[in-house]
């Protein structure tokens, strides 16, 4: 199952609010809610939980930007875009001591949203780049515990690593599948199976790597994934058939 990236807007200009909202969509981005107190945000995010929050350091209404932030960071841990109109120092190194992902001076631009977003992501994956685009700028992939953020089409989208059935490789390239979904990434199937490791997959042959929790058959030549068959080596059936079993 694909998701799109979930962005919280808490914005207290609700007409900068809604064109925010409508630069993310255009993106590819979830905007979850546009939210002008502080308080709200954090009513929400006990029962809706973002990827990031875009938040307005100058916030009217019982706690600030800066104090929401506060929360959220001891609370959730999720990545912080600070939206900055005219701060002065004092409320500027104030945001700076709740370490956001980014500032972003308004007004800005739709290309410094995009890039503020995209640096973000690569932050929640610890800076650990695999490969960049072709203006060596922006990542094109990033490999979390339990995700995959990948550029597709333009947007960057999250992938849970538990959905993919199986990957091929496609000489220094790998194709990710999913149910009904292939994706083409510029990574080689080695630099995934060692980022993947430590999940359910194990190489079944040198051109595939396979979620052993997807397998629905292992026949003498070949697995079963989602009805299709996919190639196994006998050389490595026997690693196959132990990850099973540890299942």
């Known amino acids: ?6 962005i ?11 064109k925010i909202s409508m630069q993310l969509n255009e993106m590819g981005y979830d905007v979850i809610g546009i939210l002008p107190r502080g308080e709200e945000a954090i009513a929400l995010l006990k029962e809706d939980r973002p990827d990031i929050v875009l938040l307005d350091i100058n916030l009217r209404g019982e706690i600030d930007g800066i104090e929401t932030a506060n929360h959220i960071n001891n609370f959730y841990k999720i990545p912080i875009i600070f939206l900055t109109a005219n701060a002065d120092e004092a409320t500027f190194n104030r945001a700076k001591t709740t370490r956001p992902s980014a500032f972003i001076a308004k007004p800005f631009k739709q290309l410094d949203l995009q890039r503020a977003i995209e640096l973000t992501i690569s932050r929640m994956a610890e800076h650990e780049q695999l490969e960049h685009d072709e203006n060596n700028n922006l990542v094109d992939t990033f490999i979390l515990k339990d995700r ?18 199986y990957i091929e490789a496609d000489r220094n390239y790998s194709r990710i599948f999913t149910n009904g979904k292939e994706y083409l990434l510029s990574i080689t199937l080695k630099t995934i199976e060692d980022r993947f490791s430590k ?49």
């Open 1 to 6: 199952m694909t998701g799109k990236i979930k």
């Open 8 to 18: 919280l807007i808490v914005e207290d200009e609700m007409l900068i609010g809604a």
């Open 148 to 165: 995959i953020f990948i550029r597709h089409k333009d947007k960057m989208i999250k992938l849970l690593i538990d959905d993919i059935l």
């Open 199 to 247: 999940n359910n997959f194990v190489r079944i042959h040198r051109s595939y790597l396979a979620n052993v929790g997807r397998i629905d058959e292992v026949a003498e030549s070949s697995v079963i994934i989602a009805g299709k068959p996919i190639p196994l080596s006998a050389g490595m059936k026997e690693k196959l058939m132990e990850r099973i079993q540890t299942l």
